[in-house]
């Protein structure tokens, strides 16, 4: 092992290794804090052609990696073990070039997604992924993750984001499609391979995305509904009616009213049922606004809403996205954070199911709902006792009922492996481990993750 630490060293200079006790605490396990270990080493590279050398060496002593970014997942994806060196991306942060012809990004893994947001802003565009975490969590970990959040009913999942890619293979072969092409149908698009698989089958190394106009008006309201079937009908109105629907976020009264008394936030004399935050763009200030609050007047006529707030200010907006994301639940003890997604017509259904079985296990424990409804995903807390793995199981067994998916933008990792089962066949689970097999023999990119 001293004999790969000193070649790593060479490859990458004192600045780019980590070891001993020069290892922080923070690359012992993401947000979940379920990681347990600091690992044999920390890779700092600071260019492709330093992972491809760090990973070249790793292969060929048969050593794991495990890849970080930002740390701000929920499923333990990026924890490592005491035998493991982890290869982080804080070093291979910047936006190398923004094409305002082809309205795209180019900018390197470790970019945090605040960054290339402001970047897209200033040369008048709008990266359309959008996260709570988007100052700490990284581009490239967004990608390895697939990850959702507020504005996927308008722009996509990372996904659909993706242009081009760079990834280093498990052997240190860098594969490279960094263009900035559309339409590409040139053979397997194997890029798709790596988007999702939470540093499995390679390390993303750099990235081109696509980028929407930036609006010139953004209209937010928050309004209060009386059950889940009037959530269903503003949103198919909404999708009938608003030109650009950005944002359809829902939250059940267990996770605002606990939410808005922590925080101190009060929108509404008596706390409804049910909140949702409705968001809109354009480019004609005056008409978007018409617009807008015609359509908000028509749900209040129709009874589909009982009350409604309309954003004035930036400052209104920002306090309305607080009770969203500030997420004061993550204070409770034992706190496990579903993300789960369904058929949107039976998500009240299915939180109702969900909610029965909780407290008929644990009575009067936390458990709470909320989530970006317009693209069926839902976020499950509960706060049940220190016994997870029972949380797990019944929380996703009631999804496996509903055919549901139990990560819908969280990724698989550790946490959530011994339940994949429940939503993929045997046949699925079989390819995924032929595609695990063919691009990293050895195992030993991010051993013991998804699969």
């Given at each position: 092992m001293d004999r790969l630490i000193d070649a790593l060293r060479a490859e990458l200079g004192n600045s780019g290794l980590l070891v001993g006790a020069d290892i922080g605490e923070r690359y012992r396990s993401d947000r979940s804090l379920s990681g347990t270990q600091l690992p044999l080493a920390v890779l700092r590279p600071a260019s492709t052609a330093e992972v491809s050398a760090a990973l070249r060496l790793c292969h060929a002593h048969d050593v794991c990696v495990v890849p970080q970014g930002g740390m701000t997942g929920l499923a333990g994806g990026a924890n490592p073990d005491a035998s493991a060196i982890v290869l982080s991306l804080e070093r291979m942060?910047?936006?190398?070039?923004?094409?305002?012809?082809?309205?795209?990004?180019?900018?390197?893994?470790?970019?945090?997604?605040?960054?290339?947001?402001?970047?897209?802003?200033?040369?008048?565009?709008?990266?359309?992924?959008?996260?709570?975490?988007?100052?700490?969590?990284?581009?490239?970990?967004?990608?390895?993750?697939?990850?959702?959040?507020?504005?996927?009913?308008?722009?996509?999942?990372?996904?659909?984001?993706?242009?081009?890619?760079?990834?280093?293979?498990?052997?240190?072969?860098?594969?490279?499609?960094?263009?900035?092409?559309?339409?590409?149908?040139?053979?397997?698009?194997?890029?798709?391979?790596?988007?999702?698989?939470?540093?499995?089958?390679?390390?993303?190394?750099?990235?081109?995305?696509?980028?929407?106009?930036?609006?010139a008006t953004v209209s937010t309201a928050m309004c209060a509904l009386e059950n889940f079937a009037a959530v269903l009908e503003v949103l198919k109105s909404a999708r009938r009616e608003l030109a650009s629907l950005t944002a359809f976020e829902v939250m059940w009264q267990s996770f605002h009213n606990f939410s808005a008394r922590q925080a101190g936030l009060k929108f509404f004399d008596k706390e409804p049922p049910f909140i949702l935050i409705i968001e809109q763009s354009g480019s004609d200030a005056a008409k978007d606004a018409d617009l807008f609050e015609a359509f908000l007047s028509r749900a209040m006529e129709a009874g589909h809403l009982t009350d409604c707030l309309i954003a004035q200010s930036e400052a209104d907006t920002?306090?309305?996205?607080?009770?969203?994301?500030?997420?004061?639940?993550?204070?409770?003890?034992?706190?496990?954070?579903?993300?789960?997604?369904?058929?949107?017509?039976?998500?009240?259904?299915?939180?109702?199911?969900?909610?029965?079985?909780?407290?008929?296990?644990?009575?009067?424990?936390?458990?709470?709902?909320?989530?970006?409804?317009?693209?069926?995903?839902?976020?499950?807390?509960?706060?049940?006792?220190?016994?997870?793995?029972?949380?797990?199981?019944?929380?996703?067994?009631?999804?496996?009922?509903?055919?549901?998916?139990?990560?819908?933008?969280?990724?698989?990792?550790?946490l959530k492996k011994d339940f994949l089962g429940y939503s993929r066949s045997p046949e699925e689970l079989a390819l995924m481990a032929r595609i695990k097999q063919a691009l990293d023999p050895k195992g030993i990119l991010n051993p013991g993750k998804v699969l």
């Amino acid at each position: 092992m001293d004999r790969l630490i000193d070649a790593l060293r060479a490859e990458l200079g004192n600045s780019g290794l980590l070891v001993g006790a020069d290892i922080g605490e923070r690359y012992r396990s993401d947000r979940s804090l379920s990681g347990t270990q600091l690992p044999l080493a920390v890779l700092r590279p600071a260019s492709t052609a330093e992972v491809s050398a760090a990973l070249r060496l790793c292969h060929a002593h048969d050593v794991c990696v495990v890849p970080q970014g930002g740390m701000t997942g929920l499923a333990g994806g990026a924890n490592p073990d005491a035998s493991a060196i982890v290869l982080s991306l804080e070093r291979m942060s910047g936006v190398e070039e923004i094409d305002a012809t082809a309205a795209t990004m180019t900018l390197l893994a470790g970019t945090p997604l605040e960054i290339a947001q402001a970047a897209a802003q200033a040369q008048g565009f709008l990266l359309g992924l959008d996260l709570g975490s988007r100052g700490s969590c990284q581009v490239g970990g967004n990608i390895s993750t697939n990850a959702g959040g507020y504005r996927v009913i308008r722009y996509g999942m990372a996904r659909a984001h993706v242009l081009g890619l760079e990834a280093v293979l498990a052997d240190g072969t860098i594969v490279s499609d960094i263009r900035k092409m559309l339409k590409n149908n040139t053979g397997y698009d194997w890029k798709q391979l790596f988007i999702g698989a939470e540093g499995t089958l390679g390390i993303i190394t750099r990235a081109v995305l696509r980028l929407a106009t930036k609006p010139a008006t953004v209209s937010t309201a928050m309004c209060a509904l009386e059950n889940f079937a009037a959530v269903l009908e503003v949103l198919k109105s909404a999708r009938r009616e608003l030109a650009s629907l950005t944002a359809f976020e829902v939250m059940w009264q267990s996770f605002h009213n606990f939410s808005a008394r922590q925080a101190g936030l009060k929108f509404f004399d008596k706390e409804p049922p049910f909140i949702l935050i409705i968001e809109q763009s354009g480019s004609d200030a005056a008409k978007d606004a018409d617009l807008f609050e015609a359509f908000l007047s028509r749900a209040m006529e129709a009874g589909h809403l009982t009350d409604c707030l309309i954003a004035q200010s930036e400052a209104d907006t920002a306090k309305f996205w607080t009770l969203r994301e500030t997420l004061v639940l993550d204070r409770l003890p034992d706190l496990v954070n579903f993300d789960v997604s369904l058929d949107i017509a039976r998500l009240g259904e299915f939180a109702d199911q969900c909610a029965a079985a909780i407290e008929a296990r644990w009575p009067g424990c936390h458990h709470s709902y909320f989530g970006h409804i317009g693209d069926g995903n839902l976020h499950v807390c509960v706060s049940a006792g220190p016994d997870q793995h029972a949380v797990d199981e019944l929380v996703y067994n009631v999804v496996r009922q509903f055919n549901g998916s139990i990560s819908a933008e969280h990724g698989i990792g550790t946490l959530k492996k011994d339940f994949l089962g429940y939503s993929r066949s045997p046949e699925e689970l079989a390819l995924m481990a032929r595609i695990k097999q063919a691009l990293d023999p050895k195992g030993i990119l991010n051993p013991g993750k998804v699969l």
